[in-house]
């Protein structure tokens, strides 16, 4: 049986490449943030939080009347591993493991089900979806790592570091579905990724 899943939704950053803020985009006929939280939430996430920083009075408009927890990132131009940090610090005292998601990585609840259930199952210190070949997103975390989360730093390669070092402890969710690699950081990215999505 899973147990207490923290999801930290990261949606902080300026969009400069989209040029146009990418937790608004259209997805399936609602906003893109909005989309994550309730995917997140049907995969079986208990705790959802959407850390906010560039524009976050008008996004958080989208997103009040949800489930999520919102917390503002002052920092966010420091860089995603600030708004980590930020997310990590206000995590339930219930949580048994700790998923990281940015808003511009669209996921549909199955996965996130999926995923959960295989982390759970598996007892590892890490779960990442792969396809055996190439490794996805969402990343989830025993709540054992939570000081090492704490830890990360962008000098030292932000998360890249700490899977590195429980290597050995991973446990790779094999998806035929190519969805666990979308990334939207462009107009052409995400136009992409809508078509991929259907």
Excluded: C
Aim: net charge positive; hydrophobic share 40%; proline share 3%.
């Amino acid at each position: 049986m899973s147990g207490f899943v923290t999801a930290i939704l990261l949606s902080a950053g300026k969009s400069t490449r989209m040029g146009y803020p990418k937790a608004l985009l259209d997805w399936q006929g609602i906003p893109l943030i909005r989309y994550q939280v309730e995917n997140l939430i049907k995969g079986g996430v208990s705790q959802v939080i959407v850390v906010l920083g560039h524009d976050h009075k008008e996004i958080s408009k989208y997103v009040t009347d949800s489930q999520a927890e919102l917390i503002i990132n002052e920092r966010y131009d420091k860089g995603k591993i600030t708004s980590i940090h930020k997310g990590i610090s206000v995590v339930s005292d219930e949580s048994s493991d700790i998923m990281i998601l940015s808003v511009d990585q669209p996921r549909d609840y199955k996965i996130i089900r999926d995923l959960i259930k295989s982390h759970s199952a598996s007892k590892s210190l890490i779960s990442i979806p792969s396809n055996g070949v190439k490794s996805g997103h969402p990343i989830m975390f025993s709540v054992v790592l939570k000081g090492k989360l704490f830890e990360i730093s962008e000098s030292n390669k932000g998360l890249k570091a700490l899977i590195d070092e429980y290597r050995a402890k991973i446990n790779y969710v094999n998806f035929k579905n190519k969805t666990i690699f979308l990334d939207m950081n462009t107009d052409e990215e995400y136009k992409l990724a809508k078509k991929i999505f259907r």
